[in-house]
Nanobody, 123 residues
Framework: QVQLVESGGGLVQAGGSLRLSCAAS????????MGWFRQAPGKEREFVAA????????YYADSVKGRSTISRDNAKNTVFLQMNSLKPEDTAVYYC????????????????WGKGTLVTVSS
């Protein structure tokens, strides 16, 4: 069982940056594909980014491509999401997730979820 704890959310002005972190418990972190998802008020949860086991492949939603970077540190059991040029429409609860494989839709291959961290972007 993997437990995921997100941090790094907060209030930021449009155009600003945030770095989200997700710390995972357990000794099998490197065996998981890691992903970030978000859910805005009144909307469904959507895929943001994912990274494969050793970081060799990264995937992004069109809405964040070019503004966000996903990375991981397997020695520290942590995955990061660096978000730049934030927009008010990026406001959402951001969730970290772990899965054993890549696939589409991304949420279907994720087995473990964190409780989320809130990102609020003011205009």
């Amino acid at each position: 069982q993997v437990q995921l704890v997100e941090s790094g959310g907060g209030l930021v002005q449009a155009g600003g940056s945030l770095r989200l972190s997700c710390a995972a418990s357990g000794r099998t972190f490197s065996q998981y594909v890691m992903g970030w998802f978000r859910q805005a008020p009144g909307k469904e949860r959507e895929f943001v980014a994912a990274i494969t086991w050793n970081g060799g492949a990264k995937y992004y939603a069109d809405s964040v491509k070019g503004r966000s970077t996903i990375s991981r540190d397997n020695a520290k059991n942590t995955v990061f999401l660096q978000m730049n040029s934030l927009k008010p429409e990026d406001t959402a609860v951001y969730y970290c997730a772990a899965g054993r494989s890549t696939g589409s839709p991304w949420y279907k291959v994720m087995d473990h979820w964190g409780k989320g961290t809130l990102v609020t972007v003011s205009s």
